[in-house]
């Protein structure tokens, strides 16, 4: 739903079925919801999952969720400053009050990115709002630049996200370089680095995990 055009080719969702828990004959199973899916095939013999049904009670992002409980703490979370502020000679209370308007309202992630202007700053809250549903999406809201870049055309993306969440250091905490780096959603760990909220599908991988490392180590689990 937040693709563009509301299609995704079946190879990039196959690519990165596990970011997102998604199972190996997922591509099997889309006949069961032919209410909400179809399979495209176009002439070159790409395959493309299209969303057929819209369902407007799905199209609200996380991040407005934590809006309506707690406007504050967005507010606080976001910021895009106005350019050149410096140059207005503003005092500290009026500086905060010029970021904040510049900073909300967001735009949702569910609307169409197409239509706003590439480099306006509406179209750069959209952006931002695509990577933080898209990591609010993920098994450990996380991805690297290779799972992010897969789906760049999809989700309406530059090649300067890297530089563009690197200003919103409340929301994402960057590790690796520009060129090789991954994302993760800050309000999706603890303080102590931790994931907090664990899908079932990432505790059974820990899990697994554990027993092949102490199978290695010839340990009790």
């Not at 199973?29 to 493309?48: A, H, M, P």
């Not at 500290?92 to 900073?103: A, S, Y």
């Not at 090789?180 to 697994?208: C, M, R, S, T």
């Amino acid at each position: 739903m937040i693709s563009a055009d509301k299609r995704i080719p079946l190879s990039k969702i196959y690519h990165c079925r596990l970011l997102f828990g998604i199972p190996e004959d997922f591509r099997d199973r889309v006949d069961k919801y032919s209410d909400y899916f179809r399979i495209v095939v176009e002439e070159d013999g790409k395959r493309i999952l299209e969303l057929v049904k819209w369902d407007s009670s799905l199209a609200v992002s996380e991040l407005e969720r934590e809006y309506m409980l707690d406007e504050d703490k967005v507010k606080k979370t976001f910021k895009f400053p106005v350019k050149n502020m410096k140059n207005l000679d503003l005092d500290e209370g009026d500086e905060w009050k010029l970021n904040m308007l510049n900073t909300l309202p967001l735009v949702s992630p569910y609307s169409d990115g197409k239509e706003l202007k590439l480099w306006s700053l509406e179209a750069e809250k959209y952006r931002v709002g695509v990577i933080h549903e898209f990591l609010n999406l993920t098994l450990e809201k996380k991805a690297s630049i290779h799972h992010i870049v897969e789906f760049k055309e999809e989700l309406s993306l530059t090649k300067h996200t890297y530089e563009m969440l690197k200003k919103q250091p409340k929301a994402f905490y960057l590790a690796g370089t520009e060129m090789n780096w991954v994302v993760f959603l800050k309000d999706g760990y603890g303080d102590d680095g931790v994931l907090i909220n664990k899908d079932p599908q990432v505790v059974f991988n820990e899990k697994l995990y554990r027993y092949a490392q102490n199978k290695v180590t010839g340990d009790d689990i």
